[in-house]
């Protein structure tokens, strides 16, 4: 009898010791979370084009005014962004189906802004950074102040948090853009020249240098076509982005193949006479471009941009579909 009572102490003080163990271990685990949770910074300082400014350490609800394209190329989709810069934009509406609008591009809606309860908003326009920063903080993103599109992608991982990412596309951007070069060149001579024009509503004709609005920089940079004599000495080598001319002195700045900006709104549908007889239109070498898809100007959209050329020219689609 007594060796049982004994054996029951001893099984208790055991049992007892155990469920002390187990504790402290449970004890410790969650003061390591706490720690680790301590730990771990809820917000970062970043530097930008107005200073240093503090933003959340990895931001989700992110709404963008105007620079779209960067935000996706790091794999982000906003929650927010003005739909008015998709009708000049179709390369983004696919992955935007579902972001709310925030209004026109001009004028968009703080209220909306406001109703979206973003932890992170990303403006072009230092004088709305007063305005937007009462909603969230806000980022001042400015892509000319980068040397190339990649710098302009790897600025963007950094404000997002998404280095990886920004490394990771602009390797396939590399990669992309390369291809669509060897594409683009082996589908016309060597040396062959190219000229990018828009009438859409212009009483003049505007040719386009290295802009990255219509095409320019797909065209000039990334597929590495040459541009004609004139386009290159008044635009390109005097840093001119486009220029509007006369129709009577367009074909001075017309090459061996005219890549033409086209819209349903253009109230010039057919190639004025005048320019019928420029070596361009008699050999069947001016290429229709979808306005809708060429006025945008980020890497996102710039790089399908050359890719649409780059087939063009190697399947001859010279018309819209």
Known sequence: MFRQQAFHKMACLAMLALAVFLAGCANQETAEQVEDTAQTPVTRMINTSIGEIEIPAQPERIIVDWNIGHVLAVGVTPIGVPHSLLD?????????????????????????????????????????????????????????????MEEEVTAMGEILNRQTEAEAWNEQFTQRAEAARKKAQAAVPAGATFTIADFNWLTNVGIVGKSANRGGKAVYDLLGLTPATKIKQDLIDKGEESMDISSELFGEYVGDYLLLMKSENSDKEDIPEIWAGMDAMKNNQVYELDIHKYLSADPYTTIYQAEEIAEKLASKQTKLQ
């Open 88 to 148: 000049y934009g179709e390369f983004m509406r696919k992955p935007l189906e579902k972001t709310a609008d925030i209004g026109n591009h001009n004028q968009v809606s703080l209220e909306k802004m406001v109703a979206l309860e973003p932890d992170l908003i990303i403006t072009w326009n230092k004088d709305a950074y007063d305005s937007y920063s009462k909603i969230a903080p806000t980022v001042v993103f400015v892509p000319d102040e980068y040397a190339s």
